[in-house]
């Protein structure tokens, strides 16, 4: 007979993907409500969101192991309610930002399995946007995509979003909230027809200096 080893892995994807576009005074957070287990195929949940509201206008976007998702948005509520008490104010889109670092870093040695992007106002009313590894390196970036069909998504942002491969670019209308949000639309559309582990509903999340707006759309459910 056959003999096989069985190695034990700690990891399990989830599925779901998320994407950002900063704009000169808004961001925009979208991510599909698919929870699942890459491994098997089996959808846990249909509508189970990846964008979580942490405070003073910021919204994490997270997918990856869910069970490293949840235990990372605890610690990010602790620590800004530390804060909070402590200062007696919010924490800044930036101060967010080297806390979210500062997180990651700490789980180096076993790191957390989550893909994230952070998106606020920052202290001049323009859009930021920020890219994570996952031991916590980080960048402020104009637009950027995680999660399941990244590989779909990110090029469909370089062309609408950075305006790159195009063959007039210079004619290409003002990136508004109002088009950025449709992109994101047709973006994960596509998306859901091609990856197995995206689907369900889109939810969209529009952030400017007067709050945080909502919208959602449906997606493909097989």
Request: aromatic residues 10%; charged residues 20%; proline residues 3%.
């Amino acid at each position: 007979f056959l003999m096989s080893k069985s190695r034990f892995n700690p990891y399990e994807g989830n599925g779901g993907t998320t994407a950002g576009v900063a704009g000169d005074d808004f961001v925009v957070m979208a991510s599909d409500t698919r929870l699942c287990e890459e491994s098997t195929y089996v959808v846990s949940s249909r509508n189970y969101p990846h964008l979580y509201d942490l405070g003073n206008s910021s919204v994490l976007a997270a997918a990856g192991f869910n069970g490293d998702v949840i235990q990372l948005i605890k610690l990010l509520y602790i620590h800004g309610r530390r804060y909070l008490y402590q200062f007696n104010k919010e924490m800044s889109i930036t101060a967010r930002a080297s806390l979210l670092e500062r997180v990651l870093y700490q789980h180096r040695g076993f790191p957390l399995y989550v893909g994230n992007l952070l998106g606020g106002m920052d202290e001049e009313g323009r859009g930021a946007l920020f890219s994570y590894d996952p031991v916590g390196s980080y960048e402020r970036i104009s637009y950027i995509a995680d999660g399941s069909a990244a590989a779909i998504v990110l090029p469909f942002l370089h062309n609408q979003v950075g305006l790159r491969n195009m063959a007039d670019a210079g004619a290409a209308p003002r990136l508004t909230k109002e088009r950025t949000v449709q992109i994101l639309k047709d973006i994960f559309v596509s998306a859901a027809e091609w990856d197995i582990h995206c689907g369900d509903s889109l939810l969209i999340k529009m952030i400017t200096k007067e709050g945080v707006a909502e919208e959602t759309m449906a997606l493909r459910t097989d």
